[in-house]
């Protein structure tokens, strides 16, 4: 199963819930791939220190019969990891000349399905050639929208988008409330009556603001690792579980 984790909206969470997603379905003994595909390679500095000879941009420009050559193991059993690094925006520009540009990222993740039960995706926030490429190549897109102004347009742009590139009206995700503070009740109201439409792709678990998630990402640690017992890790381990049971 590939998952992207994707908004066109920054800030709402997506990189947090990539890793820690991946870290909770590796602890289940699924072997995960984690992709970074964002130029900022915040999920590659949560799991490794050092810089690696090869990143996903090799992963998107070599041939997919190469793409292992750009996996890195990480120090938790089951999860490995295709780092990012900032060379990744020239990586982007490279692609805009090449043929079935969008569908790279794809390709090379094919030759990689038999060796991963779980592959997710970290995709930069804005919709651009890496974007494409993520969206094409997952099975499942999980948007996570925070509360509060503006939080429907990214979901909106980022559907719009996967529709025209799978040339599909029905494409297969699912919404992911972040950072969600129980104490807006009446930001939280109008945020729930704007997302109706969308209520049957809403997740059950919703991911609440917490000092732990702000604290582990500080330290670049997953919040399973940094607070076991806190709520974030509570609340991502159920939504490891949740995904578990969908099948789109």
């Excluded at 969470?13 to 289940?28: H, I, P, Q, S, Y």
């Excluded at 503006?150 to 559907?159: D, E, P």
Aim: glycine share 4%.
């Amino acid at each position: 199963m590939i998952y992207a984790i994707t908004n066109t909206k920054g800030g709402v969470g997506k990189t947090t819930t990539a890793t820690n997603l991946a870290v909770e379905f590796a602890d289940r003994k699924k072997h995960t791939l984690l992709v970074d595909l964002d130029p900022q390679a915040h999920a590659t500095r949560c799991f490794l220190k050092n810089k690696t000879e090869r990143d996903v941009g090799d992963l998107i420009m070599d041939k997919p019969s190469q793409a292992i050559r750009s996996v890195t193991q990480t120090e938790i059993t089951n999860l490995d990891i295709v780092p990012a690094s900032a060379r990744l925006t020239e990586t982007a520009e490279l692609l805009s000349g090449r043929i079935r540009r969008e569908e790279r990222l794809g390709r090379a993740l094919e030759s990689l399905r038999e060796n991963y039960q779980v592959i997710i995706i970290d995709c930069p926030p804005a919709l651009g050639i890496l974007t494409y490429n993520a969206v094409n190549a997952a099975d499942l897109l999980i948007v996570p929208v925070q509360p509060g102004v503006g939080a429907v347009t990214g979901l909106k742009a980022i559907l719009e988008t996967a529709q025209e590139l799978r040339d599909q009206d029905d494409v297969p995700y699912r919404i992911l409330i972040t950072m969600y503070d129980m104490r807006t009740s009446r930001t939280n109201t109008i945020f729930e009556e704007l997302l109706e439409e969308h209520k049957r792709r809403l997740l059950k678990t919703i991911i609440s603001k917490s000092e732990s998630l702000n604290q582990a990402n500080l330290a670049r640690k997953p919040v399973s690792r940094f607070q076991p017992s806190s709520r974030g890790a509570n609340e991502y381990s159920a939504l490891c579980n949740e995904l578990l049971r969908i099948r789109k």
